[in-house]
């Protein structure tokens, strides 16, 4: 499992709800790759929905000023093959 999903698994809030920041496609694939510390990359995840997404390692890896401005919401995953 890698990183990113670790994060994912380990942030849920009071209610069992996945909370993330919230991307338009647009910065999803201007973040998709870059590195944000040594040997660590942004990847946007797609929810259920069509959203993507970051999570708070990412979101607080400060590389660019505008991550702190993104809206939190709730990640919804997609379903798992065996659903």
């Not at 870059?34 to 999570?55: Q, R, T, W």
Request: one cysteine or more.
């Amino acid at each position: 499992m890698g990183a990113t999903e670790n994060i994912i698994i380990n942030f849920y809030n009071q209610y069992g709800q996945m909370i993330g920041y919230k991307l338009t496609n647009e910065q999803a694939k201007k973040l998709q790759g870059l590195e944000y510390a040594e040997s660590c990359f942004f990847n946007p995840i797609k929810d259920a929905n069509g959203v993507y997404f970051i999570f708070n390692e990412e979101q607080e890896s400060g590389v660019f000023d505008w991550l702190n401005n993104l809206p939190k919401a709730q990640y919804v995953p997609p379903p798992t093959p065996f659903n």
